[in-house]
């Protein structure tokens, strides 16, 4: 029961800026990239990027969905290894 509860409310943590935020036309999904770029053209106009990305991503949405995915799976991988780290240590082979 108790991990039910915990998964509802992940998924509500999740879900509710998502329904608070879909009408409003005003939120912007824009991360650090974008205020850097910004940044740099007032400073100096002439600056051009040395590398330009091979895709973007249709919108900024899907951007900060994708960096999070990235997030998640680049922690279950270090959970991952300080969990086995911690196997083999209980089990006396490390």
């Known amino acids: 029961m108790k991990n039910w ?4 409310a992940s998924i509500a943590l999740f879900v509710t800026p998502l329904l608070y935020f879909a009408n ?4 912007e999904f824009s991360g650090t990239d974008d205020k850097v770029e910004t940044a740099v053209n007032e400073i100096q106009k002439d600056y051009s990027p040395w590398l330009r990305p091979f895709w973007s991503p249709p919108s900024k949405e899907i951007e900060s969905s994708l960096f999070a995915l990235q997030a998640s799976l680049g922690t279950g991988v270090i959970a991952f290894g300080f969990g ?6 209980n089990a006396g082979k490390l």
């Open 24 to 27: 409003d036309s005003s939120a």
């Open 5 to 8: 509860l915990l998964l509802l």
């Open 84 to 89: 086995w780290l911690a196997g083999k240590k």
